[in-house]
């Protein structure tokens, strides 16, 4: 199985701050990689599909970039509804895998 | 209005069994494929089954193979996961899930928790 290795596993920022979260894969699985934004108590939320496409609807503020193994996640000025937990999910193969995610908390 | 509703969690005992049903609408669910996802309590997510659109494409985890099988009905828009064999650590929220153009998981039901003890 494909593992995927999410960095940091918390972060601390602020308001108009500008974060990255990375996704590594443990093997090339060329752009077949999503980002999901899940807040307490609620489903999982699509932000990007293909390692850089922008869902529908989401805020320019996110974008995806990376192929290969190496993926991040960029918010480019956190707005207050942005803090939540982020997961990277591959889709090159089955098993799917998640990334451990990455809890944005507000300093 | 895309809409994806799960039932049928509730508490089961180790070892015993339970069916969970996702009712799909708002789309034509027999062009997607669909995914079950599961959350443990204070966990991250994690993938545990796929179907095919038409049904005939079927994967597991490992963690669930040879007691979990995942099903659809087209003519009800609905799809299944028959979890048999339930262990304490299969305690979790489960989610169903779309998977639509470039695989990604694009519409998700709110989830069905699913509590094992005894």
């Known amino acids: 199985a494909i593992q995927m290795t999410q960095s940091p596993s918390s972060l601390s920022a602020s308001v108009g701050d500008r974060v990255t979260i990375t996704c590594r894969a443990s093997q090339d699985i060329r752009t077949d990689l999503s980002w999901y934004q899940q807040k307490p108590g609620k489903a999982p939320k699509l932000l990007i599909y293909?390692?850089?496409r922008l869902q529908s609807g989401v805020p320019s503020r996110f974008t995806g970039s990376g192929s290969g193994t190496d993926f991040t996640l960029t918010i480019s000025s956190l707005q207050p509804e942005d803090f939540a937990t982020y997961y990277c999910?591959?889709?090159?193969?089955?098993?799917?895998?998640f990334g451990q995610g990455t809890r944005l908390e507000i300093k | 209005e895309v809409q994806l509703v799960e039932s049928g969690g509730g508490l089961v005992q180790p070892g015993g069994s339970l069916r969970l049903s996702c009712a799909a609408s708002?789309?034509?669910?027999?062009?997607?494929?669909m995914n079950w996802v599961r959350q443990a309590p204070g966990k991250g997510l994690e993938w545990v089954s796929y179907?095919?659109?038409?049904?005939?494409?079927?994967y597991y985890a490992d963690s669930v193979k040879g007691r979990f099988i995942i099903s659809r009905d087209n003519t009800k828009n609905s799809l299944y996961l028959q979890m048999n064999s339930l262990r304490v650590e299969d305690t979790a929220v489960y989610y169903c899930a779309t998977e639509g153009g470039y695989d990604r998981f694009e519409y998700w039901g709110q989830g069905t928790l699913v509590p094992v003890s005894s």
């Open positions: 293909d390692a850089s």
């Open positions: 708002g789309f034509t669910f027999n062009s997607y494929e």
């Open positions: 179907i095919s659109a038409s049904g005939s494409a079927i």
């Open positions: 999910l591959q889709d090159y193969s089955f098993p799917r895998t």
